[in-house]
């Protein structure tokens, strides 16, 4: 098996130099047939991923490109592989002893994040482009598991993307964006697309748009054999004190359920504890002055979602519930506040009746989070943005030594804003 874990970035810089690294168990000293941990790191603009040997060129920008033009575009962009190959035939993906190394090379423009999903038991990467050096309106580009590397699969029309959710009904795929700012307004839509096997080729299709307002985050789950979706609302260009919603499939379509209040909502997360479902939003700022604010835990009642905690955070810009063994956590990344990127991230824990502080971690301009585990071993990963004076900062590896997260590994990135972790078999 594959392990592969991603870090996305988005900063406007002229030039990127980008680290790619894999961890490898202690018996572990080969590439081929053994187990690696891949770590993937998103620059900006015109920047390049790294991902295992192989360079692509950078994705048009084109918004509505026809199927034949993507078709071309891909086919262009997917023959630059072998080529690439040749020349990085030098650089190798090597396991080493407790840490991450080598890389992959991926063009984005402006990537916020990815998302991993299967379709058929193939691999599937789906990129948020957030921006070009001009504009919003750019492809996001879905990626496909060749085999041997993530080759381009679809280009799909994106504005301002800041996050996809893949999720399945009555084997039907569907991949949902939020879509922040289309250079103008945060009042637009974003879109949920429908995997079309019967399309030749098979690609995702419009299916159904959601009114949002800068919206940052969106999340699928179910209870009780019902799907929703949560959507962060961020801004509707006025204030940050604003709904966000939550809506449920009514077995066409997805409509309106419940509307939740929430201060720049950056990102939502679905956990359930004790066999209760519950929300947690993590709010980013109170108003134009001010990001100390509550994120807040919401729990299902039966019918409806109801505020359960506060948590005080500071510019919260991502937030992870996670469990190891029997404890449940609940991590929070803050990346700005009070004037300053150099800000302190949280996990807290579950006592039974609340979710108390445990951690405090100095974590500069947290952007991103994720709580993974490798044959027993559990890791916090945190991407930092900014460190105050530039975006060559060094995002952080946590690993748990059964009380608390010590520092496992530093990463070099470039304004590195998420991480992804996944398993390829």
């Given at each position: 098996?594959?392990?592969?874990?991603?870090?996305?970035?988005?900063?406007?810089?002229?030039?990127?130099?980008?680290?790619?690294?894999?961890?490898?168990?202690?018996?572990?000293?080969?590439?081929?047939?053994?187990?690696?941990?891949?770590?993937?790191?998103?620059?900006?603009?015109?920047?390049?991923?790294?991902?295992?040997?192989?360079?692509?060129?950078?994705?048009?920008?084109?918004?509505?490109?026809?199927?034949?033009?993507?078709a071309s575009q891909i086919q262009d962009l997917n023959?630059?592989?072998?080529?690439?190959?040749?020349?990085?035939?030098?650089?190798?993906?090597?396991?080493?002893?407790?840490?991450?190394?080598?890389?992959?090379?991926?063009?984005?423009?402006?990537?916020?994040?990815?998302?991993?999903?299967?379709?058929?038991?193939?691999?599937?990467?789906?990129?948020?482009?957030?921006?070009?050096?001009?504009?919003?309106?750019?492809?996001?580009?879905?990626?496909?598991?060749?085999?041997?590397?993530?080759?381009?699969?679809?280009?799909?029309?994106?504005?301002?993307?800041?996050?996809?959710?893949?999720?399945?009904?009555?084997?039907?795929h569907y991949l949902a964006v939020a879509n922040w700012?289309?250079?103008?307004?945060?009042?637009?839509?974003?879109?949920?697309?429908?995997?079309?096997?019967?399309?030749?080729?098979?690609?995702?299709?419009?299916?159904?748009?959601?009114?949002?307002?800068?919206?940052?985050?969106?999340?699928?789950?179910?209870?009780?054999?019902?799907?929703?979706?949560?959507?962060?609302?961020?801004?509707?260009?006025?204030?940050?004190?604003?709904?966000?919603?939550?809506?449920?499939?009514?077995?066409?379509?997805?409509?309106?359920?419940?509307?939740?209040?929430?201060?720049?909502?950056?990102?939502?997360?679905?956990?359930?504890?004790?066999?209760?479902?519950?929300?947690?939003?993590?709010?980013?700022?109170?108003?134009?002055?001010?990001?100390?604010?509550?994120?807040?835990?919401?729990?299902?009642?039966?019918?409806?979602?109801?505020?359960?905690?506060?948590?005080?955070?500071?510019?919260?810009?991502?937030?992870?519930?996670?469990?190891?063994?029997?404890?449940?956590?609940?991590?929070?990344?803050?990346?700005?506040?009070?004037?300053?990127?150099?800000?302190?991230?949280?996990?807290?824990?579950?006592?039974?009746?609340?979710?108390?502080?445990?951690?405090?971690?100095?974590?500069?301009?947290?952007?991103?989070?994720?709580?993974?585990?490798?044959?027993?071993?559990?890791?916090?990963?945190?991407?930092?943005?900014?460190?105050?004076?530039?975006?060559?900062?060094?995002?952080?590896?946590?690993?748990?030594?059964?009380?608390?997260?010590?520092?496992?590994?530093?990463?070099?990135?470039?304004?590195?804003?998420?991480?992804?972790?996944?398993?390829?078999?």
């Amino acid at each position: 098996k594959k392990k592969i874990m991603t870090s996305a970035a988005c900063v406007l810089l002229a030039h990127l130099c980008v680290v790619w690294h894999t961890v490898a168990l202690a018996e572990h000293k080969g590439f081929v047939g053994v187990k690696n941990h891949d770590l993937y790191v998103v620059p900006p603009e015109d920047g390049t991923v790294m991902v295992a040997e192989y360079d692509l060129l950078a994705i048009m920008s084109t918004q509505d490109a026809t199927i034949s033009q993507q078709a071309s575009q891909i086919q262009d962009l997917n023959a630059q592989i072998s080529t690439q190959a040749a020349l990085n035939s030098a650089i190798e993906c090597r396991a080493q002893e407790n840490g991450f190394d080598a890389s992959m090379h991926i063009l984005t423009e402006g990537a916020i994040s990815w998302k991993h999903f299967a379709i058929n038991d193939v691999p599937f990467l789906a990129v948020a482009n957030y921006k070009n050096a001009t504009h919003h309106n750019i492809n996001s580009v879905v990626y496909r598991w060749d085999g041997a590397q993530f080759v381009a699969f679809q280009l799909i029309p994106t504005v301002g993307a800041r996050a996809w959710e893949h999720f399945e009904i009555d084997g039907t795929h569907y991949l949902a964006v939020a879509n922040w700012f289309d250079s103008v307004t945060h009042v637009l839509d974003s879109q949920v697309f429908r995997f079309d096997e019967e399309s030749q080729p098979a690609q995702f299709v419009p299916f159904q748009r959601i009114q949002t307002k800068g919206g940052h985050d969106i999340r699928h789950f179910v209870i009780a054999e019902a799907h929703y979706l949560a959507v962060a609302n961020w801004y509707d260009d006025v204030s940050w004190d604003i709904n966000s919603e939550v809506l449920k499939w009514n077995g066409t379509q997805f409509e309106s359920f419940q509307l939740l209040r929430t201060h720049g909502a950056s990102a939502w997360e679905h956990f359930v504890l004790d066999g209760t479902h519950h929300l947690v939003v993590a709010n980013h700022r109170a108003n134009s002055t001010s990001y100390q604010t509550n994120s807040e835990v919401f729990r299902w009642n039966g019918s409806q979602f109801v505020s359960f905690q506060l948590i005080p955070t500071l510019g919260a810009s991502a937030c992870e519930p996670f469990a190891i063994d029997d404890a449940h956590f609940l991590a929070f990344a803050s990346w700005y506040g009070e004037g300053s990127f150099q800000t302190t991230s949280e996990v807290l824990k579950w006592n039974g009746a609340q979710f108390v502080s445990l951690q405090l971690f100095s974590t500069p301009g947290a952007h991103g989070m994720a709580a993974f585990s490798i044959d027993g071993m559990h890791f916090l990963a945190m991407a930092s943005w900014h460190d105050t004076i530039d975006h060559y900062t060094t995002s952080m590896i946590f690993k748990w030594n059964g009380a608390q997260f010590v520092s496992f590994q530093p990463v070099a990135t470039t304004g590195a804003t998420d991480w992804e972790h996944f398993v390829i078999d």
